[in-house]
């Protein structure tokens, strides 16, 4: 039988060269061992602090799979009488909500927003089994279904509602929105198309031969893990070491999730990794096929000017139809737009003003 060859193609998924496969079930009992020991304080398990202008609640709700989401809801203390716009924010690929999509939430909800930050299906405190699995199709459909539920909240205007999608999270918060015509608006923030770089590696370089061979090592893998009863995982997303060979934007991310600056135990790009045939969907169903169905719907597209994920972005801007805008953040990397990195780099007062004057 043939087994599952280690390839670099995938971001996150699989990295490393010939590490151990471990079962779902290990990987399962290692992340419950270290999340029972580090959060003994809920509050503590956050990245950032919560405005003294801000509450914080915690929120379940459904998708149309039957998944149960889980998700913390953001208000302004001084909300008013007037019913507020709201926002539906997930991402980056492999986070959690207490790390970059809880920090917006909780940066908008200052500025007025109800603000939904929701950890995706599979993932985090969120509901779906085998863990840590992406797809294309739910992940799109966890963002409706967050617009399904803050469209049931009294005090939110459900005629108001936004969407901000961060790093992998943003490619599918694009695809979203194509369909769901509730939403009136959409921006992104360090934007991956995660079936881009899965199908075509970085910079489109995987051949039509190495899809192939990717595709039927995945194709036998998936008879391993029928055998096994559970979906083997991939090595470790990230190193837990750096040698100082790895790629600039890999010690990017191990300086966002591997430090105290982003760590979480929830993570999976902290303290897991994604299984072995995760990519098999997302190498299968491009998700910006109808991105110019946004349209008349207005869409702000924000990157750094030295991500190395900034072709995305400006190739998801070359395909949409207006209203659309491109930010390019000078000296950013793709990391400083998940916290702001150290020169505050997130552009909060811009996604202010765009929300402001779109959610009409």
Known sequence: MKKIQVFAVTIFLIMGNGCTQK??????????????KEIANEETTYTFELSDKVTRQKVTFKNRYGITLAGDLYLPKD???????????????????EQSSGYYANQMAERGF???????????????????????????EDFS?????LGLQEGIDREKLGIIGICGFAGFALNAVAVDKRVKAVATTSMYDMCRV???????????EQRTALLENMSYQRWEDAENGSPALSPDGLPNELTGEEPQFVKDYFDYYKTERGFHPRSINSNGSWTLTTPISLMNMPI??????????????IAGSDAHSLYFSK?????????????????????????????????????????KENLK
Not at 114 to 140: C, H, K, M, W
Not at 288 to 301: F, N, W
Request: glycine share 8%; charged share 20%.
């Open 23 to 36: 079962s779902s079930q290990e990987m399962e009992n290692s992340q419950k061992e270290v999340v029972s």
């Open 79 to 97: 909300a008013g009488d007037q019913p507020l716009e709201g926002l539906a924010i997930s991402g980056p690929f492999g986070a959690v909500k």
């Open 114 to 140: 109800a603000v939904l930050a929701f950890d995706p299906s599979y993932t985090g405190e969120s509901g779906g089994e085998p863990r840590n699995v992406a797809s294309p199709e739910i992940n799109t």
């Open 145 to 149: 279904a967050a617009i399904d539920f």
């Open 198 to 208: 899965n199908t075509k590696g970085y910079f489109d370089s995987t051949t039509p």
């Open 288 to 301: 910006l096929t109808y991105i110019k169905e946004i349209s008349p719907r207005p869409m702000l597209l």
């Open 315 to 355: 190739d998801a801007y070359e395909a949409a139809a207006e209203p659309k805008e491109l930010m390019i953040i000078p000296g950013a990397v793709h990391t400083d737009l998940y916290d702001g990195g150290d020169k505050n780099y997130i552009p909060f007062d811009k996604l202010n003003s765009f929300f």
